[in-house]
Nanobody
Framework: QVQLVESGGGLVQAGGSLRLSCAAS????????MGWFRQAPGKDREFVTA????????FYADSVKGRFTISRDNVKNMVYLQMNSLKPEDTAVYYC???????????????WGQGTQVTVSS
């Protein structure tokens, strides 16, 4: 069992930065691949980025490549999402998720956090 709690969301102007954090409970955290998804009002939940269990591989949606960076600390049981050059279209609720197997891009993750709101003003 893994419990996930996101933090770090807020209101930022376009061009600004935010760093989201995801705190995970559970002794097996380092076994899980971790992902960030987002959902804007009226839209489906979409893949943002993911990182392998070791942190050795990372994956990004084209829309955030070069602006967002995912990282993890398996000692602290934390996952981070550094978001730079934010755009109004990045406005969404951001969710942290964990999975053992399967595609990083698919939303079929085993555990989800409650989400944190990110709002980017123009």
């Amino acid at each position: 069992q893994v419990q996930l709690v996101e933090s770090g969301g807020g209101l930022v102007q376009a061009g600004g930065s935010l760093r989201l954090s995801c705190a995970a409970s559970g002794r097996t955290f380092s076994s899980y691949a971790m992902g960030w998804f987002r959902q804007a009002p009226g839209k489906d939940r979409e893949f943002v980025t993911a990182i392998s269990w070791s942190g050795g591989s990372t994956f990004y949606a084209d829309s955030v490549k070069g602006r967002f960076t995912i990282s993890r600390d398996n000692v602290k049981n934390m996952v981070y999402l550094q978001m730079n050059s934010l755009k109004p279209e990045d406005t969404a609720v951001y969710y942290c998720a964990a999975k053992l197997l399967g595609s990083y891009y698919s939303p079929q993750y085993d555990y989800w956090g409650q989400g944190t709101q990110v709002t980017v003003s123009s």
